[in-house]
């Protein structure tokens, strides 16, 4: 069963204008939520993270909100660009012992950017 | 650049041979993962290492099996390639403690027919 969901398989917006990259969790134990960015033929590279302690965290074009009560996230970049076209991973890190990369991921959104 | 190179980056082979990829990190990080990515699955743990000889199984470890004699080199190992191992592997290491931030390297495309 899936802990980590992203609904949107893809997502098309117009160069300038917001991009939502959304993501639904299952299970309130996990104590850090991470964004991935993967360009073809690359491995995923590290976007920004937000702890489950606090709601909001921002980084230049990128914020991530995290909603605990409806466990949800997203991922707003504005002014959304062309190089942002990309698939973005939503992953969770679990609240236990042990590993610190042991982390959950989503199966992806493919954000494509037009001029 | 936190320095990991996996190889081969490409690599073809039959069902029933053995394959190993090789990961290699210059930074002298204890932890180490081999994660696999397939259409509709995301990336998924196979083997993770916190140390030399360290090593602990994730999510879909059956049919790999990891070894981690130097802090810098980690191993993937199928013992015996089957088409559902078909996929693209990544290593990656975690640069920064309790945070779950994780750097990958470029991954390695493995075919097996």
């Known amino acids: 069963d899936q802990q980590v969901k992203q609904n949107s398989p893809s997502l098309s917006v117009q160069e300038g204008r917001i991009s939502i990259l959304n993501c639904d969790y299952t299970n309130s134990m996990f104590d850090y939520f991470l964004w991935y960015k993967k360009y073809p033929a690359e491995g995923p590279t590290f976007l920004i993270s937000i702890s489950s302690i606090k709601d909001k965290n921002e980084d230049g074009r990128f914020t991530v909100f995290l909603n605990k009560s409806a466990k949800h996230l997203s991922l707003h970049i504005v002014p959304s660009q062309p190089g942002d076209s990309a698939v973005y991973f939503c992953a969770a890190r679990g609240r236990y012992g042990g590993s610190q990369g042991n982390l959950i991921f989503g199966k992806g959104t493919k954000l494509s950017v037009k001029p | 650049d936190a320095g990991i190179t996996q190889s081969p980056r490409h690599k073809v082979t039959e069902t029933g041979t053995p394959v190993t990829l090789r990961c290699h990190q210059t930074?002298?990080?204890?932890?180490m993962y081999w994660y696999r990515q397939d259409p509709g699955h995301g990336l998924r743990l196979i083997h993770y290492s916190y140390g030399v000889k360290d090593t602990d199984k994730g999510e879909v470890s059956d049919g790999y099996s990891v070894s981690r004699s130097k802090t810098e080199d980690f191993l993937l190992t199928l013992e015996s390639a089957t088409s559902s191992q078909t996929s693209v592997y990544f290593c990656?290491?975690?640069?920064?403690?309790?945070?779950?931030?994780?750097?990958f390297g470029e991954g390695s495309r493995l075919t097996v027919l």
């Open positions: 930074e002298n990080h204890r932890y």
């Open positions: 990656a290491i975690s640069p920064k403690a309790n945070t779950g931030e994780l750097f």
